[in-house]
């Protein structure tokens, strides 16, 4: 026996070593090989590349793919050599069972682009099993009366192989009664029949035994014994008839175990012992064969639960013998039908879980849907959500790709769970589901946007150097390195502000710093423009506004313009001795370089010679006589004013005014000598003491006087500003009064000074420019 498998295989070597390969049809794109089963591992199949036209370089660049499609793994691709070797050993048997021919289908897989190619791999059966009988002794009982040129079935061997190298024949050992014959069965299966030459005797011999051998037709042949124990009967002279020489039948494959399939019948003429018909398989292989027969009743029931997918079609004999040892036989066909009981498989080939935005379309995942049901049962229908920005197309047999609908944004959706559901046509229907899983991976595409547009900071004077002063913000609804933002500061188009000495900003939280201390009066205002770019490729940057207010603060005293202070004398002004009540002795005039109400300054009387004679307006600083000059008046006086403006807190200036009492304005100006005090005067000033005192007493009089004076002064004020006195308009305290139309001055100032008394008084105009240092001129 091992001479003979040595002898095969190096048959099999000489004779299989050419490979029927790469026979395309043009519509289909379909590659096939043949080789021969049970080739060792490592076998050179083909050579890919060339029989797929591409290079080597370009199939390993294109990752080529082998789908088995159910199979394990038999084939093998070398990527550097483009050549297909055989992975393991292929065993046509147990691939394919009695199917023939044996093919194997492949499906290949190009990708970038994606292409499909079929490849059929035939494998070609060689004879590598021997037959084997179902039982090592068979029993066969024969009546003597049994005539030369009987009939008597034999149980076949079973050989997995097919074809040639299946069984093709059958011997008996030799002996004096028997010989045997190898007739085709409907299956064309050969079968064993043992013929009677010689009439038995049982009295001469009531047993035999023979050795019945099959052989099968391969090079070298294989062969199988079994016993063969042969019983010689007394004489029934009729074997039994089946109702039908052939029964058909259909099941489904669902049907349960011990399901009655058939009902055989066969019938005996004989009587008693010898009518009674036993039944029995035949010729179906009983181990194979998923169906038991009852030996008294004919019942066909399964045995084993049916799979369409594995096998539609059984054949099988059926034996009626009666206890002489006659018999009749029936052939029965089963077809298996067929059931929804397979759910649809999806088998993902290529998957991509991560794809950029903005891309027109991409590949997200390739597929394989199968179905091993048949008709409906395994027509198929793939489906995703309509809502969803993807696409499925079909491609080649059941493979379908997955493909994005258009360009995806991100910043809209980052994630996608996309269910695929596979159904086929059957019923009940069957469904399958899977769910990927695609990331939007992020692109530059969305510039920084500030939170507005223009950004305005208020900022008081004298501020501290590096002090916060506000925060700009931007936001960028990409990700990563995408949306880190850095500000910066754009140039400047005004050449006078030197924005890199007063502003830095911090480039990570768009913090802005007063470098310096901002001064109110130098610079009120100024406006720059701050950048956000971030750190995309390409990076894509923004522009916003910023507008700093300097607020003002108190840092500047009133500055007296009239009359001018300096380290000599004070200013004189002259008072004629027959002034009215209300004459105006002259006006103040002060400046602020402040604004607000930092600016607004109020006039106050602090010391005077005479306290009664004089009283200041606290709004505009007209210094004004408040009754009639007598004779006991001082011909002299010394005036202290106050000038405080409205800050917190707040500031002031003095104003020392000297005011000499003459006759007329002929006399010339004359400082008088001191003399000595006469008693008279003295007298006369301690009766004025006395009238003061005496008014203070008198509350009810004195509220009256302030009263009348109050209302006379309020009708002045009204004629002056009708008559173009510079009196500040709008609401405002009384007491105060802004000078100066925007509440600063220039370093050239112009005023016109309306100083209007009774009609015998004089009126002043000034229209000299006043600066610092100028000096006023007595018209």
């Given at each position: 026996m091992e001479t003979?498998?040595a002898?095969?295989?190096?048959?099999?070597?000489v004779?299989?070593?050419?490979?029927l390969?790469?026979?395309?049809?043009a519509d289909?794109k379909?590659?096939?090989y043949?080789?021969?089963?049970?080739?060792?591992?490592?076998?050179?199949?083909?050579?890919?590349?060339?029989?797929?036209?591409?290079r080597?370089?370009?199939?390993?660049?294109r990752?080529?793919?082998?789908?088995?499609?159910?199979?394990?793994?038999?084939?093998?691709?070398?990527?550097?050599t483009g050549?297909?070797f055989l992975?393991?050993?292929?065993?046509?048997?147990?691939?394919?069972?009695a199917?023939?021919p044996?093919?194997?289908?492949?499906q290949l897989?190009?990708?970038?682009?994606?292409q499909f190619?079929?490849?059929d791999?035939?494998?070609?059966?060689?004879?590598d099993?021997?037959?084997?009988?179902?039982?090592?002794?068979?029993?066969?009982?024969?009546?003597?009366?049994?005539?030369p040129?009987t009939?008597?079935?034999?149980?076949?061997?079973q050989?997995?192989?097919?074809?040639s190298?299946?069984?093709?024949?059958?011997t008996?050992?030799?002996?004096?009664?028997f010989?045997?014959?190898t007739?085709?069965?409907?299956?064309?299966?050969?079968?064993p029949?043992?013929v009677l030459e010689?009439?038995l005797?049982?009295?001469?011999?009531?047993?035999?035994?023979?050795?019945?051998t099959?052989?099968?037709?391969?090079?070298p042949?294989?062969?199988?014994?079994t016993?063969?124990?042969?019983?010689?009967?007394?004489?029934?002279?009729?074997a039994?008839?089946?109702?039908?020489?052939?029964y058909?039948?259909?099941i489904?494959?669902n049907?349960?175990?011990?399901a009655?399939?058939?009902?055989?019948?066969?019938?005996?003429?004989?009587a008693?012992?010898h009518g009674?018909?036993?039944?029995?398989?035949?010729?179906?292989?009983?181990v194979s064969?998923?169906f038991?027969?009852?030996?008294?009743?004919?019942?066909?029931?399964?045995?084993?639960?049916l799979d369409?997918?594995e096998?539609q079609?059984?054949?099988m004999?059926?034996v009626?013998a009666?206890?002489?040892?006659?018999?009749?036989?029936c052939?029965v066909?089963?077809?298996?039908?067929?059931?929804n009981?397979?759910?649809?498989?999806?088998?993902i080939?290529s998957l991509t879980?991560s794809?950029p935005?903005?891309?027109?379309?991409?590949v997200?995942?390739?597929?394989?849907?199968?179905d091993?049901d048949?008709g409906?049962?395994?027509?198929?229908v793939?489906s995703i959500?309509?809502d969803?920005?993807?696409?499925?197309?079909?491609?080649?047999?059941n493979?379908?790709?997955?493909?994005t609908?258009?360009?995806?944004?991100?910043?809209?959706k980052s994630?996608?769970?996309?269910?695929?559901t596979?159904?086929?046509m059957?019923?009940?229907r069957?469904?399958?589901?899977?769910?990927?899983?695609?990331?939007?991976?992020?692109?530059?595409d969305?510039a920084?946007?500030?939170?507005?547009?223009?950004?305005?900071?208020f900022v008081?004077?004298?501020?501290?150097?590096?002090?916060?002063?506000g925060?700009?913000?931007?936001?960028?609804?990409?990700s990563g390195?995408n949306?880190?933002?850095?500000y910066?500061l754009?140039?400047?188009?005004?050449?006078?502000?030197d924005?890199?000495?007063?502003?830095s900003i911090?480039?990570?939280n768009?913090?802005?710093f007063?470098?310096?201390?901002?001064?109110?009066?130098?610079?009120?205002?100024?406006e720059f423009?701050?950048?956000a770019?971030?750190?995309g490729?390409?990076?894509?940057?923004?522009?916003?506004?910023?507008?700093?207010?300097?607020?003002d603060?108190?840092?500047?005293a009133?500055?007296?313009?009239y009359?001018?202070?300096?380290?000599?004398?004070p200013?004189?002004?002259?008072?004629p001795?027959?002034?009215?009540?209300?004459?105006?002795?002259?006006?103040?005039?002060a400046?602020?370089?402040?604004?607000g109400?930092?600016?607004?300054?109020?006039?106050?009387?602090?010391?005077?010679?005479?306290?009664g004679l004089?009283?200041?307006?606290?709004?505009?600083?007209?210094v004004?006589?408040?009754?009639?000059?007598?004779e006991?008046?001082?011909?002299?006086?010394?005036?202290?004013?106050q000038?405080k403006?409205?800050g917190?807190?707040?500031r002031?200036?003095?104003?020392t005014?000297?005011?000499?009492?003459?006759?007329?304005f002929?006399?010339?100006?004359?400082p008088?000598?001191?003399?000595?005090?006469?008693?008279a005067?003295?007298?006369?000033?301690?009766t004025?003491?006395?009238v003061i005192?005496?008014?203070?007493?008198?509350?009810l009089f004195?509220l009256s006087?302030?009263?009348?004076?109050g209302?006379r002064?309020?009708?002045?004020?009204?004629?002056?500003?009708l008559?173009?006195?510079?009196?500040p308009?709008?609401?405002?305290?009384g007491?105060?009064?802004?000078v100066?139309?925007?509440?600063?001055?220039s370093?050239?100032?112009q005023?016109?000074?309306c100083?209007a008394?009774?009609?015998?008084t004089?009126?002043?105009?000034?229209?000299?420019?006043?600066?610092?240092?100028?000096?006023?001129?007595?018209?």
């Amino acid at each position: 026996m091992e001479t003979d498998l040595a002898k095969t295989s190096e048959k099999r070597q000489v004779v299989f070593l050419t490979i029927l390969l790469l026979l395309w049809e043009a519509d289909c794109k379909t590659i096939r090989y043949s080789m021969p089963e049970e080739t060792e591992t490592g076998y050179l199949v083909a050579n890919l590349a060339k029989d797929l036209g591409l290079r080597v370089e370009e199939l390993a660049t294109r990752g080529v793919k082998i789908y088995h499609s159910g199979y394990k793994e038999l084939l093998q691709l070398d990527s550097e050599t483009g050549n297909l070797f055989l992975k393991e050993k292929a065993d046509r048997e147990e691939l394919c069972g009695a199917t023939e021919p044996c093919v194997l289908h492949f499906q290949l897989i190009l990708e970038n682009p994606v292409q499909f190619f079929q490849t059929d791999l035939q494998l070609t059966d060689i004879n590598d099993h021997s037959p084997e009988f179902p039982q090592r002794e068979m029993l066969l009982k024969i009546q003597e009366s049994a005539q030369p040129g009987t009939v008597f079935l034999l149980k076949a061997a079973q050989d997995p192989d097919i074809g040639s190298n299946a069984v093709q024949n059958y011997t008996v050992s030799p002996n004096l009664h028997f010989h045997v014959l190898t007739p085709s069965g409907a299956d064309g299966r050969k079968y064993p029949e043992l013929v009677l030459e010689r009439a038995l005797d049982r009295e001469e011999q009531p047993e035999l035994t023979l050795t019945l051998t099959a052989v099968d037709g391969g090079s070298p042949p294989r062969s199988g014994t079994t016993t063969v124990r042969v019983e010689v009967l007394d004489i029934n002279d009729n074997a039994p008839q089946f109702v039908q020489s052939l029964y058909e039948v259909q099941i489904p494959e669902n049907s349960p175990l011990d399901a009655l399939v058939l009902t055989v019948s066969a019938r005996d003429l004989d009587a008693g012992i010898h009518g009674k018909v036993a039944y029995s398989l035949f010729q179906g292989g009983e181990v194979s064969q998923p169906f038991v027969i009852d030996q008294v009743t004919g019942e066909i029931r399964l045995k084993r639960v049916l799979d369409f997918e594995e096998t539609q079609y059984y054949t099988m004999e059926i034996v009626a013998a009666d206890s002489g040892g006659l018999s009749g036989k029936c052939s029965v066909a089963i077809l298996v039908l067929d059931v929804n009981d397979n759910v649809p498989k999806l088998t993902i080939s290529s998957l991509t879980s991560s794809i950029p935005e903005n891309a027109p379309e991409v590949v997200v995942a390739v597929f394989l849907v199968s179905d091993p049901d048949s008709g409906d049962n395994g027509r198929m229908v793939c489906s995703i959500p309509n809502d969803l920005p993807f696409l499925l197309k079909p491609t080649f047999k059941n493979y379908y790709t997955l493909v994005t609908e258009g360009p995806l944004d991100r910043e809209s959706k980052s994630e996608y769970n996309i269910t695929i559901t596979v159904s086929d046509m059957g019923t009940p229907r069957l469904t399958t589901q899977h769910t990927i899983t695609v990331q939007v991976s992020d692109v530059n595409d969305n510039a920084p946007a500030f939170t507005q547009s223009s950004y305005t900071l208020f900022v008081h004077e004298n501020n501290s150097p590096a002090l916060h002063i506000g925060t700009i913000r931007a936001t960028d609804s990409d990700s990563g390195s995408n949306a880190h933002i850095t500000y910066s500061l754009l140039p400047t188009h005004d050449p006078q502000l030197d924005l890199s000495s007063l502003i830095s900003i911090n480039a990570d939280n768009g913090q802005l710093f007063a470098l310096r201390a901002l001064d109110y009066e130098a610079l009120q205002t100024f406006e720059f423009r701050v950048g956000a770019t971030d750190q995309g490729s390409p990076t894509l940057s923004s522009e916003a506004l910023v507008r700093v207010l300097v607020l003002d603060a108190n840092d500047n005293a009133p500055f007296v313009l009239y009359p001018l202070q300096n380290a000599s004398a004070p200013y004189t002004e002259l008072l004629p001795r027959a002034a009215e009540s209300g004459y105006l002795v002259t006006k103040v005039v002060a400046v602020d370089r402040d604004s607000g109400q930092n600016a607004w300054l109020s006039f106050q009387l602090l010391k005077a010679t005479e306290p009664g004679l004089f009283s200041v307006w606290a709004h505009n600083g007209e210094v004004r006589t408040s009754r009639l000059l007598s004779e006991r008046d001082a011909p002299k006086h010394r005036l202290l004013l106050q000038v405080k403006d409205n800050g917190d807190p707040p500031r002031s200036a003095s104003v020392t005014l000297q005011v000499l009492v003459v006759d007329g304005f002929s006399q010339p100006f004359l400082p008088l000598p001191e003399v000595a005090r006469d008693p008279a005067q003295d007298n006369d000033l301690l009766t004025l003491y006395l009238v003061i005192a005496l008014a203070s007493v008198s509350s009810l009089f004195l509220l009256s006087v302030l009263l009348f004076v109050g209302v006379r002064l309020c009708r002045r004020a009204r004629a002056s500003s009708l008559s173009g006195c510079s009196v500040p308009e709008g609401h405002f305290p009384g007491h105060l009064v802004d000078v100066s139309g925007m509440g600063t001055l220039s370093q050239d100032y112009q005023y016109e000074v309306c100083l209007a008394g009774d009609s015998g008084t004089t009126d002043f105009k000034f229209f000299n420019p006043i600066i610092p240092n100028g000096l006023f001129q007595n018209p």
